[in-house]
């Protein structure tokens, strides 16, 4: 079978092929796409917990005395917000007000902070910070080949984790972070995730990254905790109304169209895109990115056409079977008169007009303990 | 219905000579992974071998299933509309999808037997 040379592996390759995962090109990487299958592994993260090699992503370091004005200046969340130890989720955004990326900002400590982004859009996200860094005061790395990342989510994530760490997990808050020792190996802990469950993404030094994965699977995997692919983790998020970029955000698509104004602060002052955005809260949406829920067995997938009355009233852009749901989910891009859950319209599925109806999201919501 | 006496097609179909039933190898249902929607074609629908009969979505794409031969379609599995998954569990038995009365059916000579299938699988196709 041809291979592509060109693509890059993670520290992590080896466990998965031994794992007998399915392989293939993502973002120029080698990535595991399933294990034992998409359902079981979906399933498993939303019962139990799920294992991700997310080492694929990219991760920039945002240094100096004038690293907080400038994030300010480039992510429309407000950085301000943020003290050591805590994280958000923002975006960099174009002029206009769509998106260059959606990403996460960690503060480390004053002046220090650690921003990351998509796979995909690596390059582009370091080569629009640099651009836009002021001439002194900043400095702006590309420090990806340095980290690889392993997220542990499920309601189980929290007994595996506290087996081989010795951080306070109970007391870390959602999207807060520490710096400690998990299986002897240095970590940024993180309580985040994008699965939708509770859980932690770790992140350590690449040359690290086999021996904690291999001893959480040893520590976790008597109570229940399997690797994850990139399939299950599309699924998850879908069901938890995550955005994908490329998907339902892009450089098409305006922060407030894709449903997340409340990453956008404008009262924190100015920023790229802020004027472009103001606008468009003033004049109105025309569409915005909601949710949807077939009516019956068809699946309404990225790209197909949104119909009313026979005419076309937007696209698709994420849609899948939800495995834990048992419902066919997905999102749109639709103008206002379709925006309240409930709202019927069609979906063109390979030619034929299939119900759908706008339902709230998140579709799912984990239960609160 | 014995794998071993069925014919292949190169787009991973098998079809059994004697009843004309069709479904999709164990190979094809691991490529694609859990399936989740099934398309069935009509009964009574005319088809010529190489068409598109219907369609096979799993979690992540849709694949086109193709006629390996010419005929009617005399039945179909509606099982599959609950219960999909049972392609990728049984895909040469309950995983059957439908049954075609064959209008010509020396065409099945020009598809592989169980033998040549399994060595195409081999190479990686």
């Known amino acids: 079978m041809a291979e592509d040379d060109s693509l890059l592996e993670t520290p992590l390759y080896d466990a998965h092929v031994k794992a007998g995962a399915r392989m293939v090109p993502f973002a120029g990487f080698r990535m595991p796409v399933q294990y034992t299958g998409i359902v079981d592994e979906h399933l498993a993260v939303r019962t139990r917990a799920g294992l991700f090699d997310v080492s694929h992503m990219g991760e920039v370091e945002v240094r100096g005395p004038r690293a907080l004005d400038y994030l300010q200046h480039v992510t429309c969340n407000d950085v301000s917000k943020l003290v050591p130890g805590r994280a958000q989720y923002s975006a960099l955004l174009l002029p206009n007000g769509a998106f260059v990326d959606d990403l996460l900002v960690y503060m480390l400590g004053e002046g220090d902070f650690l921003v990351v982004v998509n796979a995909s859009n690596r390059g582009k996200d370091v080569a629009w910070m640099l651009e836009r860094r002021p001439d002194a005061g900043v400095a702006v790395e590309d420090v990806s080949e340095r980290f690889a990342q392993i997220a542990i989510q499920g309601p189980r994530a929290v007994e595996i984790l506290r087996r081989v760490t010795g951080l306070d997990l109970e007391a870390m808050r959602y999207y807060h972070f520490a710096h400690g020792e998990v299986a002897g190996t240095r970590a940024l802990v993180s309580r985040t995730g994008y699965t939708g469950e509770d859980g932690f993404e770790l992140y350590v030094a690449a040359d690290e990254a086999p021996d904690l994965w291999y001893a959480l699977l040893g520590e976790g995997g008597p109570m229940g905790l399997v690797p994850a692919g990139l399939g299950a983790r599309d699924t998850l998020r879908l069901e938890a109304k995550m955005a994908l970029y490329g998907n339902d955000i892009d450089d098409t698509t305006t922060a407030l169209e894709a449903d997340l104004s409340w990453i956008v602060k404008f009262e924190k002052g100015d920023f790229v895109g802020r004027e472009a955005l103001a606008r468009q809260r003033e004049a109105g949406l025309d569409r915005k990115l909601v949710g949807f829920e077939m009516e019956g067995r068809a699946i309404g997938r990225h790209g197909y056409a949104a119909m009313l009355d026979g005419a076309p009233v937007g696209r698709v852009t994420s849609g899948t079977r939800a495995p834990f749901l048992e419902r066919n989910i997905g999102l749109a891009y639709l103008p206002p008169a379709l925006w309240e859950p409930g709202s019927e319209f069609q979906i063109d599925v390979r030619g034929r007009a299939e119900a759908a109806r706008v339902v709230p999201t998140p579709f799912y919501k984990r239960p609160k303990k | ?125």
């Open chain 2, 1 to 125: 219905m014995d794998p071993s006496k069925a014919r292949y097609t190169k787009d991973h179909e098998w079809i059994d000579g004697e009843s004309g039933t069709i479904g999709i190898t164990d190979h094809a249902q691991a490529e694609l992974g859990d399936i989740v929607f099934v398309e069935l074609p009509e009964q009574g629908r005319a088809i010529k071998a190489g068409e598109v009969l219907g369609t096979i979505e799993s979690v992540k794409a849709v694949s086109e299933l193709y006629a390996p031969a010419s005929g009617t379609v005399a039945e179909v599995n509606a099982a599959l509309t609950d219960k999909p998954e049972a392609i990728n569990k049984d895909p040469y038995g309950t995983g059957w999808i439908c049954r075609l009365e064959l209008s010509s059916p020396a065409e099945l000579e020009a598809l592989m037997d169980a033998e040549a299938y399994a060595s195409l699988v081999e190479q990686g196709s």
